[in-house]
């Protein structure tokens, strides 16, 4: 098969897949240049010509169906003896696989996929298909977690086949339901069942029957509670187990009437007001006894090549009797004689019978007044919903119009309660393509595309329908859905270079909300500027939306820096000028200086003369322009200055004597001395 083609267009690339009644292979369609499945069956065509048909006319029906999550069937066709079917290709695994490489899933993870699954079989259900062989083996699954069923059609072309007579039922035991295992027609309740069995493996990872043989498998099917699943994990809530249980029990009567109920149970199931609900249960009838049938393993042989044989059974041939005298004319003229008899006295004796008369149409009391005139007093009233008669209006009577009954038979009037109405959810929060496809079959009046609107919901998310829940008439019914296309997004600019000055422009004339959030250093990006924003620029954010930056507070300085110098600043006595002879005066002089040298030891030497010292500074704290320190000194004296400063400032000191500078110099915050 590898590189052959088919049907003149598919060339078969590689086997993807093997089955009980089928091969799958991945091929390529030369025409329409796509990728595409190719299911060919393995059953023998060869002496089947109404197999043949029959198979072609299902698989057909089966490309009727259109869901989001069933796997599309391009074609039907057949070569020689081969038979095949022409298929979307999906690229990912069955769910059997994921199931496998998983195990067991939450309710939050095994929901979402429940739902989908089950909202296709609702969809072949009301085209009238029934899939017969639900299982994860023919449910596909993509990378992104959405689901397809597949194989529609070819369980039900098969189902009438001297094949499957001798096999006795189509369909995986493990997932068949109890009607199938005792050989009769699969339903669409028979699906339910195999849907219920797909949820119980979903949650638990394993299947709720097994054993050693397929029969016995059955047999458990038919006698057997379905295991609680809450028993492997407490964890799950008592309202997820409860539609498992709904959906597996042994009595059809018992399980969900539709998929469509199972769907809408399913998206409930996790509410809060589901919460604190109580095992699911049927109360029987005390009084009523219940059998469910016993199937039995068949007997083995021996050996299997031996057949057992059936004696013929043998008739004894009567003994031949006399010849008598033929009697029976007589017999057979005086029986019809009295049955006469009897009938004439029966017509005269019996009740009286009347012609029951057609009242479909009329009003109700229009209507029993007709069946009184005729005779007829017994009437019995029950109301049905209809599309053909308005409210008040007699359907149909049962016994049917124009019999002819005894008047005192019981008539049964069916009064028209107007056209079917349904309970419409409230569908707002849920995926509006899985919940328009699930209504598309429920007959409404339309269902319009829906309308589309910025939203913070998901994108596809229902945010409104009209009309609102509640009781409708889905003839009368135009649905309209509102849709959200997710938040309304706009472009965002890089902010990056940005001063405060820019933000707030850009703020105006954006709409967005800037925000200032902090202010680092930066060895690159001058003091002022945006350093980094977020969300980043050149992004579609929410319309509006709040956007943070960081700016620069320029490269981080090193801390301040005190440097010490100590100056010697000298006293320097003023000079004394010596006083000339001149003015020393007349008199003895030699008097003088013995008198002088008499007094020389109480002569003081005269007291120092201050000199004001003033010291200016030029660092971090100070200015030149104004005194730092003033003091005055009378001798030599030591003085330590200390500056302050910030990297890269110089500093400077001057020292003045008697307003004269006696000292300056300049300092560098780099000095190390």
């Given at each position: 098969?590898?590189?052959?083609?088919?049907?003149?267009?598919?060339?078969?690339?590689?086997?993807?897949?093997?089955?009980?009644?089928?091969?799958?292979?991945?091929?390529?369609?030369?025409?329409?240049?796509?990728?595409?499945?190719?299911?060919?069956?393995?059953?023998?065509?060869?002496?089947?010509?109404?197999?043949?048909?029959?198979?072609?006319?299902?698989?057909?029906?089966?490309?009727?169906?259109?869901?989001?999550?069933?796997?599309?069937?391009?074609?039907?066709?057949?070569?020689?003896?081969?038979?095949?079917?022409?298929?979307?290709?999906?690229?990912?695994?069955?769910?059997?696989?994921?199931?496998?490489?998983?195990?067991?899933?939450?309710?939050?993870?095994?929901?979402?996929?429940?739902?989908?699954?089950?909202?296709?079989?609702?969809?072949?259900?009301?085209?009238?298909?029934?899939?017969?062989?639900?299982?994860?083996?023919?449910?596909?699954?993509?990378?992104?977690?959405?689901?397809?069923?597949?194989?529609?059609?070819?369980?039900?072309?098969?189902?009438?086949?001297?094949?499957?007579?001798?096999?006795?039922?189509?369909?995986?035991?493990?997932?068949?339901?109890?009607?199938?295992?005792?050989?009769?027609?699969?339903?669409?309740?028979?699906?339910?069942?195999?849907?219920?069995?797909?949820?119980?493996?979903?949650?638990?990872?394993?299947?709720?029957?097994?054993?050693?043989?397929?029969?016995?498998?059955?047999?458990?099917?038919?006698?057997?509670?379905?295991?609680?699943?809450?028993?492997?994990?407490?964890?799950?809530?008592?309202?997820?187990?409860?539609?498992?249980?709904?959906?597996?029990?042994?009595?059809?009567?018992?399980?969900?009437?539709?998929?469509?109920?199972?769907?809408?149970?399913?998206?409930?199931?996790?509410?809060?007001?589901?919460?604190?609900?109580?095992?699911?249960?049927?109360?029987?009838?005390?009084?009523?006894?219940?059998?469910?049938?016993?199937?039995?393993?068949?007997?083995?042989?021996?050996?299997?090549?031996?057949?057992?044989?059936?004696?013929?059974?043998?008739?004894?041939?009567?003994?031949?009797?006399?010849?008598?005298?033929?009697?029976?004319?007589?017999?057979?003229?005086?029986?019809?004689?009295?049955?006469?008899?009897?009938?004439?006295?029966?017509?005269?004796?019996?009740?009286?019978?009347?012609?029951?008369?057609?009242?479909?149409?009329?009003?109700?009391?229009?209507?029993?007044?007709?069946?009184?005139?005729?005779?007829?007093?017994?009437?019995?009233?029950?109301?049905?919903?209809?599309?053909?008669?308005?409210?008040?209006?007699?359907?149909?009577?049962?016994?049917?119009?124009?019999?002819?009954?005894?008047?005192?038979?019981?008539?049964?009037?069916?009064?028209?309660?107007?056209?079917?109405?349904?309970?419409?959810?409230?569908?707002?929060?849920?995926?509006?393509?899985?919940?328009?496809?699930?209504?598309?079959?429920?007959?409404?009046?339309?269902?319009?595309?829906?309308?589309?609107?910025?939203?913070?919901?998901?994108?596809?998310?229902?945010?409104?329908?009209?009309?609102?829940?509640?009781?409708?008439?889905?003839?009368?019914?135009?649905?309209?859905?509102?849709?959200?296309?997710?938040?309304?997004?706009?472009?965002?600019?890089?902010?990056?270079?940005?001063?405060?000055?820019?933000?707030?422009?850009?703020?105006?004339?954006?709409?967005?909300?800037?925000?200032?959030?902090?202010?680092?250093?930066?060895?690159?990006?001058?003091?002022?500027?945006?350093?980094?924003?977020?969300?980043?620029?050149?992004?579609?954010?929410?319309?509006?939306?709040?956007?943070?930056?960081?700016?620069?507070?320029?490269?981080?300085?090193?801390?301040?820096?005190?440097?010490?110098?100590?100056?010697?600043?000298?006293?320097?006595?003023?000079?004394?000028?010596p006083v000339p002879n001149e003015e020393i005066g007349d008199g003895d002089e030699e008097e003088q200086v013995e008198g002088e040298e008499e007094d020389i030891e109480d002569v003081q030497e005269p007291a120092p003369v201050p000199q004001i010292i003033r010291i200016y500074i030029q660092d971090k704290n100070n200015k030149m322009t104004k005194v730092f320190e003033e003091f005055s000194i009378t001798e030599t004296t030591k003085k330590q200055i200390s500056l302050n400063l910030e990297e890269g400032q110089n500093g400077a000191y001057k020292i003045t004597r008697d307003n004269k500078t006696i000292l300056a110099d300049v300092v560098n915050y780099n000095e190390t001395k």
């Amino acid at each position: 098969m590898i590189g052959s083609r088919i049907g003149g267009r598919y060339e078969i690339v590689r086997n993807i897949g093997d089955g009980g009644m089928s091969k799958v292979y991945l091929a390529h369609d030369v025409i329409l240049d796509r990728d595409v499945a190719i299911k060919v069956l393995n059953y023998d065509f060869a002496n089947e010509e109404a197999l043949k048909r029959r198979f072609k006319r299902e698989a057909l029906s089966a490309t009727s169906l259109t869901h989001p999550h069933i796997v599309d069937i391009f074609d039907v066709g057949e070569e020689d003896e081969l038979h095949y079917l022409v298929m979307e290709y999906i690229e990912g695994q069955t769910l059997k696989k994921f199931i496998q490489d998983n195990g067991a899933l939450t309710p939050e993870q095994a929901l979402p996929i429940m739902q989908q699954i089950v909202s296709a079989i609702a969809n072949a259900h009301h085209n009238g298909i029934v899939h017969r062989d639900v299982k994860p083996q023919n449910i596909l699954m993509d990378s992104d977690g959405n689901v397809k069923i597949t194989d529609f059609g070819i369980a039900m072309a098969l189902s009438a086949t001297a094949h499957t007579k001798t096999n006795s039922v189509i369909g995986t035991v493990h997932y068949l339901s109890p009607e199938q295992a005792r050989g009769g027609m699969a339903t669409k309740k028979s699906d339910i069942y195999s849907l219920g069995i797909v949820l119980y493996e979903l949650l638990s990872g394993v299947l709720p029957f097994t054993a050693d043989t397929a029969v016995a498998i059955a047999l458990k099917h038919l006698q057997e509670e379905t295991p609680s699943v809450r028993t492997i994990f407490p964890s799950i809530p008592q309202s997820v187990e409860n539609v498992i249980l709904k959906a597996t029990m042994k009595d059809a009567t018992y399980r969900y009437d539709s998929a469509d109920e199972m769907y809408d149970d399913l998206l409930t199931v996790l509410s809060a007001e589901r919460a604190n609900e109580k095992k699911f249960a049927i109360l029987f009838d005390d009084d009523r006894t219940r059998a469910i049938p016993i199937v039995s393993e068949p007997k083995k042989f021996d050996s299997v090549e031996d057949t057992k044989k059936i004696e013929p059974v043998k008739l004894e041939q009567p003994t031949p009797l006399p010849k008598k005298r033929k009697k029976w004319p007589f017999i057979v003229g005086g029986i019809a004689g009295v049955i006469i008899l009897l009938l004439l006295i029966l017509g005269m004796l019996g009740p009286k019978k009347a012609i029951i008369p057609n009242v479909s149409g009329m009003q109700e009391v229009e209507a029993m007044n007709r069946l009184l005139e005729e005779g007829f007093e017994v009437i019995e009233k029950k109301e049905e919903s209809s599309d053909e008669f308005k409210k008040g209006e007699v359907i149909q009577t049962i016994p049917e119009a124009e019999k002819k009954r005894d008047v005192d038979s019981v008539i049964t009037l069916y009064i028209s309660t107007g056209e079917e109405t349904m309970e419409l959810a409230n569908y707002v929060g849920r995926n509006a393509e899985i919940t328009i496809a699930s209504l598309a079959d429920k007959g409404f009046k339309s269902i319009d595309d829906p309308i589309e609107e910025f939203s913070d919901e998901p994108k596809g998310t229902i945010i409104g329908q009209d009309p609102e829940a509640g009781e409708v008439i889905p003839s009368e019914t135009e649905l309209q859905f509102t849709v959200s296309k997710g938040p309304d997004l706009q472009n965002l600019d890089s902010l990056l270079g940005y001063d405060e000055k820019q933000l707030g422009d850009y703020e105006k004339s954006s709409g967005f909300k800037i925000d200032i959030v902090r202010e680092v250093y930066s060895s690159t990006v001058p003091k002022g500027l945006v350093i980094s924003q977020t969300p980043d620029g050149n992004t579609a954010i929410k319309k509006g939306g709040k956007v943070e930056v960081v700016l620069s507070k320029g490269p981080e300085q090193k801390p301040d820096k005190s440097i010490f110098r100590t100056v010697t600043i000298e006293y320097v006595p003023e000079v004394v000028e010596p006083v000339p002879n001149e003015e020393i005066g007349d008199g003895d002089e030699e008097e003088q200086v013995e008198g002088e040298e008499e007094d020389i030891e109480d002569v003081q030497e005269p007291a120092p003369v201050p000199q004001i010292i003033r010291i200016y500074i030029q660092d971090k704290n100070n200015k030149m322009t104004k005194v730092f320190e003033e003091f005055s000194i009378t001798e030599t004296t030591k003085k330590q200055i200390s500056l302050n400063l910030e990297e890269g400032q110089n500093g400077a000191y001057k020292i003045t004597r008697d307003n004269k500078t006696i000292l300056a110099d300049v300092v560098n915050y780099n000095e190390t001395k």
